[in-house]
């Protein structure tokens, strides 16, 4: 059972003057293969009055992968979560080279991971409570992994980015322009980047993912004053789509949350933090509840 009243306070664990402090909340570092490339980035569990049925929560980073969610990342162990943060292919330190599609099939990779039994019997997990949670690209690698996995329990969109909306026009100019951020990753050039999502623009594109996940739970963060990834152009296409569809799954929760803050979730991360953490207990417990 997750506790939100350790969101933004310390708990209280008592080790009753023994030794012992297994027990204990830390971190070590994530070490596995991803399409022959070593994945490196954090792993962090809770302490001991969260002792098993764990959640857990992939963290996909945007592009490049500069910006960091880490007051998310130590809000949701706190409460209960064991939270993976990993670099894909191509950055901060993993091998291989850097691609959007990469990063998809590295989420993908690793939610499995976070299944094996070894990952399960030493994290203390629910290998059935796994979620995937990106910001920006990284919720373009949420998504476009998620609707691959039938068990996943949830998907969490910060301030999506959908690459596949800016490959024309003006638009395209912008998206070149961002994608200069990526000649710090290891890469084949920010042409191949782009290519990538060229060949596999339909595969990619959010509106086309909705029949693969209208019966999974799905939190939307938006950022009203986004200048990098519009709502109009990133956010609603999905959540419009989501809503016409005639199996729309009441049992599953859909939620849509909009903040009047930029890209980066700044000026609302408290609020953005409350609404993340209601939405994987709701996942895990009772939905009636959120």
């Known amino acids: 059972m997750l506790n939100l009243n350790y969101l933004f306070e310390d708990s209280e664990v008592s080790f009753d003057g023994k030794a012992d402090t297994t027990g204990l909340s830390d971190y070590m570092t994530l070490d596995f293969v991803s399409g022959e490339s070593h994945i490196y980035g954090e792993i962090m569990w809770p302490g001991k009055e969260f002792p098993s049925e764990r959640p857990c929560v992939i963290m996909l980073h945007g592009f490049p992968g500069s910006a960091r969610n880490d007051d998310i990342s130590h809000a949701l162990c706190r409460i209960g979560c064991v939270v993976i943060v990993p670099h894909h292919r191509g950055a901060w330190g993993s091998g291989g080279k850097y691609l959007i599609t990469n990063c998809i099939e590295d989420a993908k990779n690793l939610a499995h991971f976070a299944r094996t039994d070894n990952f399960v019997r030493k994290y203390k997990i629910n290998p059935d409570k796994i979620f995937l949670l990106g910001h920006s690209m990284g919720a373009n690698s949420a998504l476009n992994a998620g609707k691959q996995l039938d068990w996943l329990r949830g998907i ?115 609020s953005s933090i409350r609404e993340i953490a209601s939405f994987i207990a709701a996942c895990v417990g009772d939905p009636r509840t959120y």
């Open 156 to 270: 969490i969109m910060l301030a999506p980015y959908d690459p596949t909306r800016y490959l024309s026009g003006e638009k395209k100019v912008f998206f070149h322009s961002l994608l200069q951020e990526g000649k710090i990753l290891n890469s084949d050039g920010i042409d191949s980047i782009y290519e990538d999502v060229v060949k596999n623009a339909e595969n990619l594109s959010f509106p086309n993912a909705v029949s693969k996940i209208e019966d999974k739970n799905l939190l939307l963060i938006a950022a009203d004053y986004d200048s990098v990834a519009t709502k109009e152009d990133m956010v609603y296409p999905l959540w419009n789509a989501l809503q016409k569809r005639k199996g729309f799954n009441k049992n599953k929760i859909h939620r849509l949350v909009e903040f009047p803050t930029e890209h980066g979730l700044l000026g609302r991360r408290i």
